[in-house]
């Protein structure tokens, strides 16, 4: 089999790009691990600007919801900043994008065992010759095991879905718990991601499990079946001859935040634009950005007297209240 493009992993960042080959002379091949949709892990949590990828029909909420940031008993509310969006609702829509498109192949339950050059072999035993190779296979991708590209820098997290349901989001910083990371209760209409997660090496997952479930357990809150996975952090390129990475392969999401979903879509969108020699820069201002969380922002964090004064401060309000100058960066 030959193909222009291969993309292997349909989660954001890989539907993302394949979007944008529909009707285009490439032929495209999508590969997912999977035998069918699922809820990939994740609290799904965006913010306004998200709305650019995700229509606002399929968010939770008709309406953003207010967040609450707390440190020991210091709070702060910000209004209307958060939605939230189902992680199997968005993969339907994105596989709805591509599906029966006559350039555009997408393939369920099966995944490459073996690269070569220009040709990867699948589990299902199929050789698919390529003249792009894209992996968008998430945190743990055999594209950037490929290359031989290591994770130094990476969020470790665990979530529960529990069914108690909340109306607004919460963040809870704690530095003896979670170091420079964080607490998050995220709502979503029928359930609600309760999960926390720090910089890997901070914190082990043993540890933020302990100190997860002790909130679980103060708030009467009944959870089961533990989600943790890793965030990759480490960016080093998008481009590495014929072969990309996007979204989490590429360790674009912030270590600061732990925010991807905006950069796979941003990710998977330059990308496609790359190989269809279209001009575009949509991921500059997003590196600008996870610099800043990751260096400027955790330097605060991390430090209990800097955490301190940055909450009484509200430095973190004014921060999330001037989003329109990160598009000034
Ligand atoms: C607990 C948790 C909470 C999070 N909360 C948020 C949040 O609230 N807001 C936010 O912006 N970000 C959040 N993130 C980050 C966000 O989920 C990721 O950055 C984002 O999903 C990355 O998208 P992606 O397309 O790169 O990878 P994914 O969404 O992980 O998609 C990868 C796809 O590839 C498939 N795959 C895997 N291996 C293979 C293989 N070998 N072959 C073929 N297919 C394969 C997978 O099944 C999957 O469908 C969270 C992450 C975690 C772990």
């Not at 401060?313 to 004014?318: D, G, I, Q, V």
Request: hydrophobic share 40%; glycine share 8%; net charge positive.
């Amino acid at each position: 089999m030959n193909y222009d493009v291969v993309i292997s992993g349909a989660g954001i960042a890989g539907l993302e790009c394949a979007k944008h080959f529909v009707g285009t002379k490439l032929k495209v091949l999508v590969i997912e691990k999977n035998k069918k949709i699922v809820r990939n892990v994740c609290a799904g949590g965006i913010l306004e600007e998200d709305y650019e990828f995700i229509p606002k029909e399929i968010c939770e909420f008709e309406e953003l919801k207010d967040v609450s940031f707390k440190h020991f008993n210091r709070q702060i509310k910000i209004p209307k900043l958060l939605n939230t969006v189902d992680r199997k609702v968005l993969t339907e829509y994105q596989v709805s994008l591509v599906k029966n498109k006559k350039n555009i192949d997408i393939v369920f339950g099966d995944y490459i065992t073996e690269f070569k050059e220009n040709e990867v072999i699948l589990k299902s035993g199929k050789k698919v010759k390529y003249k792009y190779l894209v992996g968008a296979e998430g945190a743990i991708s055999p594209t950037r095991k490929y290359l031989l590209l290591p994770i130094k820098s990476a969020m470790v997290t665990i979530q529960y879905i529990v069914k108690k349901k909340f109306d607004s989001f919460s963040f809870i910083a704690d530095h003896n718990k979670f170091a420079q990371g964080y607490l998050w209760v995220f709502p979503h209409k029928n359930y609600t991601s309760i999960g926390c997660g720090c910089k890997l090496g901070m914190k082990s997952g043993a540890e933020l499990k302990v100190h997860l479930e002790k909130f679980l357990d103060e708030n009467n809150i009944k959870y089961s079946n533990p989600e943790g996975r890793i965030i990759n952090a480490d960016y080093r390129g998008y481009k590495f001859g014929n072969i990309f990475l996007v979204g989490d392969a590429a360790g674009i999401t912030s270590g600061g935040s732990g925010r991807g979903i905006l950069s796979a879509f941003l990710s998977g969108k330059h990308v496609a634009y790359e190989i269809l020699g279209k001009r575009g820069n949509f991921i500059w201002h997003w590196i600008a950005r996870k610099w800043f969380e990751e260096k400027i922002i955790l330097r605060f964090t991390s430090n209990t007297s800097w955490n301190k004064a940055f909450f009484i401060s509200k430095f973190f309000e004014r921060i999330l209240r001037i989003k329109f100058l990160w598009r000034l960066i």
